[in-house]
C-alpha cells in the first residue's frame, strides 16, 4: 500500500492543473481536478493501511503458554517465548488467546482484505475513461466502449470479495 499510495501520490502532484470529468455510472458528469480525485483514493488507502496497522498490533502477541483455556501451570517466562519467537509481547488473556482471538482474527483479516479489494477496484473504475486506449468497441454495439483489461482487473477485485462471504 505504501508503493501504491507514494505513485498515486506523485502523479497527483504533477497534475494538480489538470482538469477530468469525473464519471457516475460510466458516464462524465462533473470536472474535477485529478490530484483532487487520486487524493480521494489515496485517502481510501490510507485508512485501509492505518487498520492493517492497528490489526497488526493486535496480532503481534504470543499465545504460548496460554494453553487451550487458562494457562499453564509449567514455570515458563512467557515474556522470554515472546521474544525468542519474534512477537512484540505476550497475549494478555489465556482463555482470550486460546478461545476467542483464533476465531476473530481470520474474519479481521478478510475484513482487511475486502476493505483494501473495494478501495482497489474504485481506483481501477477511475482510471476507465472512454477513448484513451483502455476501452474496446464491444462487438456486440458497436456504438458502445467496453473497459476492457481494466475491467477485468476489477472483476479480479470483486472476487476477492466473493470469496470471504
Known sequence: ??????????VAAANVATAVPNYTNGVASQPNNLAHELLG???GLARDAEQIRKAYVRLDRSPMGSTVLNGSSW????????ILLGFATVADNAYNAGQIAGVEIPVEVRTLATSVALHCGA???????PGDGTTYIS????????PGLLVNVRAAASRLLEAFT
Not at 508503493?3 to 498515486?8: G, K, Q, V
Open 139 to 146: 462487438s456486440a454495439m458497436p456504438q458502445k466502449l467496453n
Open 1 to 10: 500500500l505504501r508503493r501504491t499510495t507514494t505513485a498515486i501520490l506523485d
Open 123 to 129: 481506483y481501477i473504475q477511475s482510471l476507465i475513461r
Open 41 to 43: 483514493h489515496v485517502a
Open 75 to 82: 514455570p515458563l517466562n512467557r515474556d522470554r517465548m515472546a
